[in-house]
């Protein structure tokens, strides 16, 4: 089965750039999506189709895809960003919905 | 706004059947633009998609669980529903209901609306 490996925890501190990357085979040729989620929380879309925001997603959340790594980039991270990230594909292979295995995201 | 709520039995006894339904207000479920998903999450852990279903009734589910699983959709009360069999331990999870919407290319979207999640426990 299709597997998608993120870093367990990433630390940034206020106002810098975090970089969350999914590696999976040949991913580039997938689309990816990320969601947050904070503690006690549902995630939340923030990037589909690998680059798209959906409607009331700031700015300084942008995505990129490309060989076997995608990444999802905070710009100007703020206090409030500090949550889980997943990234998910859809696996034709197997017709399978995966997530990656998540990234803590800690706001120094 | 569309709103999704869970609800169902917070505890399930083991080997038996998982039954939650989600609750769709804000807009129809009979609308031919989206798919309803169920999604879970172990305490402490990842996110496991489940499965999907259309107005119409199509479904497909993660071949892991497909042998347990069936999804249901009722119209006229804009519900649809999981079943889960044979339940252990290793199914206690918050497990969410979700919506995608419909598309015909190969690679489709992420789930943009979610429940708040119902935390189901199988213990005796």
Request: hydrophobic residues 30%.
């Amino acid at each position: 089965s299709y597997v998608l490996t993120q870093p367990p925890s990433v630390s940034v501190a206020p106002g810098k750039t975090a970089r969350i990357t999914c590696g999976g085979n040949n991913i580039g040729s997938k689309s990816v999506h990320w969601y947050q989620q904070k503690p006690g929380q549902a995630p939340v879309l923030v990037i589909y189709y690998d680059s798209d925001r959906p409607s009331g997603i700031p700015e300084r959340f942008s995505g990129s895809n490309s060989g076997n790594t995608a990444t999802l980039t905070i710009s100007r991270v703020e206090a409030g960003d500090e949550a889980d990230y997943y990234c998910q594909v859809w696996d034709s292979s197997s017709d399978n919905y995966v997530f990656g295995t998540g990234t803590k995201v800690t706001v120094l | 706004q569309l709103q999704l709520q869970e609800s169902g039995p917070g505890l399930v006894k083991p080997s038996e059947t998982l039954s939650l339904t989600c609750t769709v207000s804000g807009g129809s479920i009979s609308s031919s633009s989206y798919y309803w998903g169920w999604i879970r999450q172990p305490p402490g852990k990842g996110l496991e998609w489940i499965g999907s279903i259309y107005y119409s009734g199509s479904t497909y589910y993660n071949p892991s669980l497909k042998s347990r699983v069936t999804i249901s959709v009722d119209t006229s009360k804009n519900q649809f529903s999981l079943k889960l069999s044979s339940v252990t331990a290793a199914d206690t999870a918050v497990y969410y209901c979700a919506r995608r919407e419909f598309t015909t290319v190969t690679s489709p979207p992420g789930f943009d609306y979610w429940g708040q999640g119902t935390l189901v426990t199988v213990s005796s």
